[in-house]
């Protein structure tokens, strides 16, 4: 796909994404009332917009500097164990979890740490590493259970979102930002065989950190409020490559457009679908994405 076709497919996301905002803000906005659109709906809107770009964007990280197309975060147990830490604020430091955002993305960053010294050390390929990831994931999850009476497979709704949760998320989504632009060429450097790379001098495990670490933060900040969400990630963002069929760098505004799409529509449908009752995000978020599997699948399968 051409440039000029990508810049056109942004801007049909871009208005996709603004018209499912509007109805997210003012669908029974007579019935509800400015003062509940500002304190409620709004800080809800602008979290989902926020966290879907981040959740797809660090699996674009993930994937490029892993060099492994079906891999994100949450098979790596960074999501769980951010809703595992969140659980443990609640039950024993009760007065933190109105930072969970704040806790979520450090949690995310110590948990990349970990397996930076340990997971990420297999070099005989991704298989080992999605395998040892995963098991983490359910361990985590597994405590997550034992300790709430919830799952950490269970979804979760964006309903109680507050506006420090979104303040807090915008902060961690800029920090993240403006790493992501100090190290863009390095991100580019990726899209090289490894063999290149090495020929070139250029140390993958030094120079992934800080891109590895802006994804693990930004998906432990996200999975905080919004909980575990399994493969989503790896569809959409194999979905834009298939379209796009271009390096990750020329890819990663049109994917955090299209997270933005999908989770606010997804967060539309829980709020909406039932009069009287919410839905949990991710769950929606899941089941919109599952058909799209489908769809990669059969396209793998023609290319094939």
Known sequence: ????????????VGILLLFLCG????????????????????????????????LTVSALLFQTTLRSNYIDGSMLGIANGAELMIALVNVLFSQLVSYRVLVGALTGGLILVFLRGTLFKVQRGSFFLILGGLS???????????????????????????????????????????????????????????????????????????????????????????????????????????????????????TALTGGVVLVCADDLAHFLLPTQELPTNALLMLLTAPLILFLLVRWTREV
Do not use: Y
Request: hydrophobic share 60%.
């Open 23 to 54: 109805i997210g803000l003012f669908v029974r906005w007579k019935t509800t009332g400015m003062q509940t659109i500002l304190q409620l709906r709004l800080p809800r809107v602008l979290f989902a917009v926020c966290g879907g770009a981040m």
């Open 136 to 254: 983490l994931a359910l361990l985590l999850a597994a405590a997550t259970q034992l300790i709430t009476t919830g799952s950490g497979f269970q979804g979760k709704s964006l309903s109680n979102t507050t506006w420090l949760d979104t303040w807090l998320l915008l902060i961690i989504l800029l920090a993240g930002v403006l790493v992501l632009i100090w190290r863009w060429d390095q991100l580019n450097v990726f899209a090289l065989p490894a063999l290149q790379t090495s020929q070139l001098g250029f140390d993958e495990a030094k120079n992934s950190l800080a891109l590895q670490m802006i994804a693990g933060m930004w998906l432990g900040a996200v999975s905080a409020v919004l909980g575990t969400v399994f493969f989503v990630g790896i569809v959409l963002v194999q979905l834009i490559k298939l379209l796009t069929r271009v390096v990750s760098g020329h890819r990663a505004w049109l």
């Open 1 to 12: 796909m051409t440039v000029k076709k990508i810049r056109q497919l942004e801007v049909a």
